[in-house]
């Protein structure tokens, strides 16, 4: 009994120490980020709400207008959204978390190295799909963005609120489906408010594209302010099998 006790405190320590660390790289990512007029997205929600659609049609309509974006995606295992995302022309890289619920500040500078951060106007990392882990991890953004899905129901925002009290947005997808899930929009819209009120919440259909030109419009009205100023990250140190230190496929 007593081991459990000791061990409670020491566990917390440990824990605060590692997010302190996360957080210290985390602000100079940022501050690099934006010195390069980089605009950086972490985009949260739970599996299956439609988020690697979403960061398609996104990257697809912007490289189709000649503005360079980047993304990075993180999974437990697989590439395979990492995949889906390339055919949109946009550079991509895969991290692969094995088991990890969430992505961390180093894991996201490791797998940008050898990119040309200046190029890029924007860079949006989809997290691992979990609404509670990738809450307490900052990792250099400057706008985090939770995504809601309608098949997931309008109480979600109360139930986590965690997340939706972080976001600097919202976004509720397939909104396309919204009548035959019975979806409550004022319910929705009332619950994201009373965890994070005066939060904009953008309602979106990746298959019929509404909402995508607002989501576009915001973007540029959060970057407007960067100024670049051009370098890049340097590559970390490559392990004897030239694999990064996490394990990572780089589409492009």
Known sequence: MTTGTTNGPRVLEVRTRILKKNDELAREMRREFESLGLLVVNMVSSPGTGKTAFLKETLTR?????IPAAAVVGDLETDNDARRLALSGAPVRQIMTHGMCHLEA??????????????????????????VCPTSWDLGESVRLALLSVTEGEDKPLKYPGLFNTADLATITKIDLAEACDFDREAAHANIAAVRPGMRIIETSSKHGSGIEEWLDYLAARRSAMKPSGCAFPAPPASP????SRSGIAMQ
């Open 62 to 66: 912007l490289t189709q207008r000649g």
């Open 106 to 131: 180093d894991m996201v500078r490791e797998h940008l190295a050898g990119w040309n951060l200046s190029a890029f106007h924007y860079l949006f990392i989809e997290n691992v799909g979990n609404l």
């Open 241 to 244: 099998t030239g694999e990064t």
